[in-house]
């Protein structure tokens, strides 16, 4: 099979270790959710051999070197559902990872969107002893239904019921959706006509049957075939996760995750191949809808009650408990979704993506934390750093007029396409843009529209604040490039301005001219007078840029710190800017003020470095807050890692070049 895909010259993270700076819980948070990284698998195995129903998480390579971790149980709540304790790296183990059970032990198989090649780590240790020797390679060959397909998820299920269990791949074709073969970020795309219809075709997801002449240990591989749901090949919406289990006395069926935020269900036939399915349904025959999107299911009695229910890890790096309620009058079981699923040893994880903004909300004259991502959502970190300034409360999300803030693209609202429609990528900034003495919240997302939440005062943690407010220019809501954080300053000055980028990429500055009019935009620019740009790319590649203004060097002048994405082009030379032709991840940069307050501009920006180490932090965005953390009189910069962590770096452990 030929495939050709961006991972193929993909770099994967090596960065700087900013673990001992990484913010973390206070002790008093016993628990909260259990967390991979950026789209997570996850199994559950017998680790220990006593009959534990331990986790293994396993997350996206492209960026974390395909690293795998176990949350072992250790003891058992009164629901029946795994007590989780601390987490473990699996060493020597890489890849969307499940487990092989065989016999006494268990092996590991693998697949990755970065080669094209299944891995079975076969277990050379024992029961209770897991150890994994040297990969054995499987080749694939298969009559690909449409061929150029990635590999997403694998395991090995007997599917033909001759005691032998087949290697089962889902597969994952992209070739159908660009309109006219054109990307997000090439000349001439366009996603949508003039009604908001998209002009491409949908994500194809697929499954094959590899048989195994071999054993689990050594698998030999016949030529794969196509799996059929009634007399078509079977087929969800990209990114097919399967995961096995007898729900009733039919026989097996196949829960089949996909791009989109839905499972399907399809009961297995005698000849290996699956009825035509149906959608995961709620108790009351609703469709069973989940909160992200890339879906990756498994199938384990979780609350010990003999019942098989479902355990999804998803695109936000969470693990989703669905509860199974017994059977319809069909047949067909239905799932509560309990919610995520925690452990007592947590590590902050604030979604994936994450854009963290500091203000003191609760008057202790700590800074505290809301942070958006990629669902969408604006969490609410208080600042507990009475002993240790590292610590957090627990998460909470925050509310716009009583709802749950949940910003999401729909089906038209991505430059990506509908492939996106759960994501939200917010991106806040707090300030005091409405004059009340109290932070607002300003956010841009996903749309590429700006959002204004008032916030309602009052002694509440987490605050509140009234329902979104767009804000708008001309007459009309403004709307930029996508995925940005903005920024407010005065400039020194006494006129409020926000900054973003515009809809041409540039960054750009507007005043203030009411709560939600905004007049009198500008280009900000270069010291030599060029605009600002962040990239040479276009359309979607623009954008993702995270603002900071602050006086970072204590002149009197707002300087500029900015995060970017790994193909941002800083100065915007395709031969020379930062960080395409560096570290080729995302990073941060100073970019001083040498101008005056009515007339700002910047000299070219500076990678800013952690222990004399260029900072790289993975593909998509390094998200920079500057901010007295621990009120020591000097800034230091509260940094949102693509992984969903969050750290401290601060300032005497920062160096920039003069």
């Not at 309109?179 to 908001?196: C, I, Q």
């Not at 240990?217 to 990209?238: C, F, H, I, N, S």
């Not at 509560?336 to 994936?352: F, L, S």
């Not at 007295?628 to 509260?638: K, S, Y």
Request: charged share 25%; with cysteine; glycine share 12%.
């Amino acid at each position: 099979m030929s495939v050709k895909r961006w991972e193929d010259d993909a770099i994967v993270w090596h960065g700087p270790d900013y673990g001992a700076e990484t913010l973390a819980y206070h002790p008093d948070v016993r628990s909260a959710a259990v967390a991979g990284r950026i789209i997570t698998c996850v199994d559950v195995v017998d680790w220990s051999g006593t009959g534990t129903r331990d986790l293994l998480l396993s997350s996206w390579d492209a960026c974390y070197d395909g690293k795998v971790f176990l949350r072992r149980q250790i003891g058992t709540r009164d629901d029946g559902t795994p007590i989780l304790g601390a987490e473990e790296c699996v060493e020597g183990v890489r890849g969307y990872v499940t487990a092989v059970p065989d016999g006494e032990v268990f092996h590991l198989v693998s697949a990755s969107r970065m080669r094209r090649e299944i891995y079975l780590f076969p277990n050379i240790g024992s029961r209770g002893a897991p150890a994994f020797g040297e990969p054995v390679v499987l080749d694939l060959d298969a009559d690909w239904v449409v061929g150029n397909e990635y590999f997403h998820m694998v395991r090995f299920h007997d599917i033909d019921n001759d005691g032998v269990p087949e290697l089962i791949v889902g597969s994952d074709s992209w070739d159908d959706y660009w309109p006219n073969g054109l990307e997000w970020n090439d000349h001439g795309y366009r996603g949508y006509d003039a009604a908001g219809r998209w002009l491409g075709g949908p994500l194809r997801g697929f499954l094959y049957a590899f048989k195994n002449r071999g054993t689990l240990a050594a698998p030999v591989l016949d030529k794969g075939r196509p799996l059929m749901a009634g007399d078509t090949p079977l087929e969800v919406y990209g990114q097919l996760a399967p995961a096995f289990g007898t729900f009733s006395e039919g026989g097996q069926s196949l829960i089949a995750g996909e791009f989109w935020n839905i499972l399907h269900i399809l009961r297995q036939r005698a000849d290996g191949h699956f009825d035509p399915g149906q959608l995961v349904r709620t108790p009351d025959g609703g469709t069973l809808e989940l909160d992200q999107c890339i879906h990756l299911p498994c199938v384990t009695d979780w609350n010990g009650d003999g019942r098989p229910d479902i355990l999804v890890g998803a695109e936000d790096g969470y693990i989703t408990y669905l509860r199974n309620c017994g059977l319809d009058d069909d047949g067909t079981p239905r799932f509560e979704k309990v919610g995520r699923v925690e452990t007592t040893a947590p590590m902050i994880h604030a979604g994936v993506l994450p854009s963290p903004a500091a203000h003191d909300f609760t008057g202790n004259g700590r800074a505290d934390l809301v942070v958006g991502n990629s669902t969408g959502e604006l969490l609410f970190y208080e600042n507990r750093g009475d002993t240790d300034p590292r610590h957090l409360g627990k998460e909470s999300m925050l509310t716009a007029g009583g709802t749950p803030i949940r910003i999401a693209a729909g089906l038209s609202g991505s430059i990506q396409g509908p492939s996106e429609k759960m994501f939200g990528y917010s991106c806040p900034t707090v300030a005091d843009w409405t004059g009340s003495g109290r932070g607002d919240i300003l956010a841009s997302d996903v749309t590429g529209h700006h959002r204004l939440f008032r916030n309602l005062g009052g002694d509440f943690v987490p605050p509140r604040f009234a329902a979104e407010e767009l804000l708008r220019y001309k007459g009309a809501p403004l709307k930029t490039v996508w995925r940005v954080r903005p920024a407010v300053t005065d400039w020194g000055g006494d006129r409020l301005h926000y900054v973003a980028l515009d809809e041409e990429g540039v960054l750009s500055d507007w005043t203030r001219a009411s709560d939600t009019e905004l007049t009198d935009k500008r280009s900000l620019t270069w010291e030599d007078g060029r605009p600002i740009r962040f990239t040479v790319d276009v359309g979607g590649g623009r954008g993702r840029v995270k603002l900071c203004l602050c006086d970072w060097e204590g002149t009197g002048r707002t300087d500029l710190i900015f995060g970017t994405h790994a193909r941002a082009c800083v100065p915007d030379d395709p031969a020379t800017g930062a960080p395409r032709n560096t570290t080729r991840q995302a990073g941060l940069f100073l970019a001083r003020n040498l101008g005056t307050p009515d007339h700002p501009r910047f000299a070219a920006p500076v990678a800013m470095k952690h222990m004399g180490e260029t900072i790289a932090m993975a593909m998509h965005v390094a998200s920079p807050e500057a901010v007295d953390w621990d009120n020591r009189g000097a800034l230091d910069l509260v940094v949102g890692v693509e992984d969903g962590s969050l750290v401290w770096l601060k300032r005497e452990d920062l160096s920039w070049e003069s």
